[in-house]
């Protein structure tokens, strides 16, 4: 074979040589392709780059995240609410778990093209995104900028719109939303508050966008959302018994939406947050005038929210000095938490519920420290078990309690935040803003307290040394806090210093409450959340007549009732599933060719189906 081959090749050069070579090759070589010549437009080239680089980061996507993207926006554009919410409340936080613990998820411009580029599933998505980043990880001053204009879009889409947004989100998830909106807000405040830690890039940011999460336009998109919703006009036609038409017909198109029915009230617990925040705590709870706090209102159906709501309100009456509201509200929910427990921890809330809850409990020692009164015995061995040596400090008394409330009320307080931002507009400004810092906004709130905790200061010595006599002269009172070595006190001032005491302590025995409408009453019936009656707080009490004091103790007797309808309840959940549970069924007998020998019945136990067990 290879003897042939130089032949071959010889004859096929003789009929190449023989053709004539301008015609076959023609002008070939002469058109060359120059790319400074191209036209070719820069933008289609960036374009088909990204669409590369979009391919390559779809490639790289896991499977199962893929199938679970395009699942959720099937769900979605079905309305399926039973789908929805178990992707959202398991898949989501499963896939997290596994794929996604410290890093980001996808962006949305990657997986756009599994969901068929829907733009409203794509704003969620990314709600959904962003939220995964300042819950996980360290969001940077574009994740700031751009979860802001995420949220802008969303609620522009559903406020804007010349017709309802038909959307079928769960509760859940349309609380979470208002929850985060609120939450990234606080972050930003908290994080643009600290001007040494920015660098020249964020300083510049930040001064060309003095208005992203600006304190106007969240209490703006909140108020919007309450006003299109007509959610306090829908609360109020309900507490009057009317019909179905006559809410329809008062809350117009809007309101009988669930979807803004429940961002609506939802915005309202959101304000009462804002509110808390900004320190202004007499509107936070006016804003709740319309909303009952008991078992069956609406924020119940999503725990989060309840404890939220119970947690802020509860916050409201302690910094109004209104410490058996406080002490109510707190016992109630924390009840709540501690019967629940169980059922919530495979949620993903359960840490947050939880923490909350601890701070709950921290508030709850300070005001009962400083307004004792009788409390639930689980929720008392609690408080001793996690607070057993503060709160034994703080019910002393002495200048020594006053580190132990500075210490309570930093771990148990909202993280306040200031509606002003700092003048990074301004270089000069800014210069004297960093020279001259403002007290922080937890600080402000927490001297404020700490200033009233100080002049109760001497109240639990007082109380205790009253406890001991029925009636005793002042100056042999005043004698029981003065040293006796100490001869530079003179005993008129003293005496004088214990009859100011005195009134402090009368005061302190004094509080306005909502405790005689009970938790169930409708808040327009007994002047919303801040009305109420002034009663006494104490077990205590004295008259001065010239120079004797006269005590009087008045005992309160235990209250059962409390602790007889929680075992009903118990004992009624015992038997229902007692009835629902299936019956035990019976082994087929034995045929007679088969059958043993009969025997004689061995005694057993009864047990509750009315048989033996061996």
């Not at 002008?27 to 590369?52: H, K, M, P, R, T």
């Not at 009788?374 to 008392?380: A, K, Q, S, T, V």
């Amino acid at each position: 074979m290879a003897a042939h081959r130089p032949t071959y090749y010889e004859e096929f050069e003789d009929d190449v040589n023989d053709g004539n070579l301008d015609i076959a090759i023609g002008n070939y070589g002469q058109n060359v392709y120059d790319a400074d010549q191209a036209d070719v437009s820069e933008a289609a080239l960036l374009a088909f780059q990204q669409q590369i680089a979009q391919q390559s980061a779809l490639a790289q996507i896991p499977d199962p995240v893929k199938r679970f993207i395009i699942h959720f926006h099937e769900a979605f554009r079905a309305n399926n609410l039973q789908e929805i919410s178990v992707a959202y409340e398991s898949g989501w936080n499963r896939l997290t778990e596994k794929y996604y613990q410290k890093v980001e998820w996808p962006e949305a411009e990657i997986i756009a093209p599994l969901v068929d580029e829907d733009p409203i599933f794509l704003i969620l998505y990314k709600e959904l995104y962003f939220r995964h980043v300042y819950s996980r990880l360290s969001p940077n001053i574009d994740d700031r900028f751009h979860s802001y204009e995420n949220s802008c879009e969303l609620f522009n889409h559903l406020l804007n719109s010349e017709r309802p947004v038909l959307l079928a989100l769960p509760d859940i998830w349309l609380w979470d939303i208002i929850d985060e909106f609120i939450y990234q807000f606080q972050s930003f405040c908290l994080w643009r508050s600290k001007v040494k830690s920015k660098n020249e890039e964020e300083l510049a940011l930040l001064a060309e966008g003095n208005q992203m999460w600006s304190c106007y336009s969240v209490l703006n998109v909140l108020y919007s959302l309450i006003q299109k919703s007509q959610i306090n006009e829908y609360l109020k036609a309900t507490q009057e018994g009317k019909s179905a038409e006559e809410i329809a017909e008062i809350v117009g198109e809007y309101g009988m939406i669930p979807l803004y029915r429940s961002l609506g009230y939802f915005s309202v617990i959101g304000l009462l947050r804002v509110h808390v925040l900004l320190g202004d705590y007499t509107l936070a709870l006016k804003v709740m005038d319309r909303i009952e706090l008991n078992q069956k209102a609406f924020f119940t159906r999503v725990t989060a929210c309840h404890v939220t709501t119970y947690y802020f309100v509860g916050f409201c009456y302690l910094a109004l000095r209104r410490y058996p509201d406080a002490v109510r509200t707190f016992s109630s929910i924390l009840n709540f938490i501690s019967r629940m427990r169980q059922y919530h921890t495979k949620s993903y809330q359960y840490d947050q519920i939880n923490k909350m809850g601890d701070r709950m409990y921290a508030l709850l020692a300070m005001c009962h420290a400083l307004s004792p009164s009788r409390l639930d015995d689980n929720i008392m061995s609690v408080i001793r078990e996690r607070f057993g040596d503060q709160y034994n400090r703080m019910t002393r008394g002495g200048p020594d309690n006053q580190t132990v409330f500075h210490e309570l009320f930093t771990y148990a307080c909202p993280k306040f935040i200031s509606a002003n931002p700092p003048p990074y507009h301004d270089a000069d400004l800014l210069q004297l803003y960093l020279a001259e810092p403002p007290l922080e906004p937890a600080q402000r709130h927490e001297a404020i307290f700490l200033a009233d905790v100080r002049t109760l200061t001497s109240v639990p010595t007082l109380r205790s040394f009253l406890k001991l006599y029925k009636s005793l002269d002042t100056k042999r009172l005043a004698g029981l806090f003065v040293d006796p070595e100490n001869k530079e006190v003179d005993p008129a001032d003293a005496e004088e210093a214990l009859v100011q005491q005195m009134m402090v302590l009368k005061l302190a025995s004094r509080s306005v409450s909502r405790s005689d409408a009970g938790p169930s009453a409708v808040a327009k019936e007994v002047g919303g959340h801040l009305g109420g009656n002034v009663v006494s707080t104490n077990d205590l009490d004295f008259v001065i007549d010239d120079n004797m004091v006269h005590i009087v103790e008045s005992t309160v007797g235990r209250r059962f009732a409390g602790w007889f309808i929680r075992n009903a309840e118990h004992t009624q959940r015992v038997l229902d599933n007692i009835k629902s549970s299936p019956l035990p069924v019976a082994k087929p007998s034995a045929t007679p060719a088969t059958a043993a020998p009969e025997q004689a019945p061995k005694p057993g136990k009864t047990v509750a189906w009315g048989g033996t067990k061996a």
